[in-house]
């Protein structure tokens, strides 16, 4: 229905002192539930690979564009061979920036960096850092985030 007619309809019925009927009440609410409801991608990237690090980033920027912004929240986890590339020489440094910079979140493993003897000070600026890579995607699952490994 046409949000105008739903409008006039709604106040006839308010005038008349109608009910409004349970299936234009359940469309109205499911649209509504639908508009409120925030859209969350976890990506993971476990591989030294920067076309597997373009890829995981494109997928993250092509959701921003198709969903908005401000309607996703993605995180991008990286653990295992997939972290060097978030180090300061990185050959992807400047989209990984770019994609944080965007609103993205990127995560460093820390098990991986203390077992690669990495500091934060080896790694790019503005990353987020969590404890261990796989139960982080395992906690943003349970959380209702959608799982995506390019």
Excluded at 12 to 22: E, Q, R
Excluded at 88 to 100: K, M, Q, T
Excluded at 104 to 131: F, G, H, Q, S
Aim: aromatic residues 4%; hydrophobic residues 40%.
């Amino acid at each position: 229905m046409k949000k105008r007619p739903i409008i006039h309809f709604l106040l006839a019925l308010a005038l008349t002192g109608t009910a409004i009927p349970p299936v234009v009440a359940a469309n109205l609410q499911s649209d509504h539930a639908t508009a409120a409801t925030r859209q969350k991608v976890v990506i993971q990237v476990s591989d030294n690979d920067p076309k597997k690090w373009a890829l995981a980033l494109n997928n993250a920027q092509n959701v921003q564009e198709d969903i908005g912004k401000g309607n996703v929240d993605i995180e991008i986890v990286a653990y295992g061979p997939g972290l060097p590339i978030l180090k300061l020489d990185s050959p992807v440094g400047n989209r990984v920036e770019d994609a944080i910079a965007s609103g993205i979140k990127v995560v460093a493993c820390e098990n991986t960096m203390r077992k690669t003897n990495l500091t934060k000070d080896d790694m790019l600026p503005k990353l987020d850092y969590v404890k261990s890579g796989v139960p982080e995607i395992m906690h943003k699952q349970q959380q209702g985030y959608a799982y995506i490994r390019p």
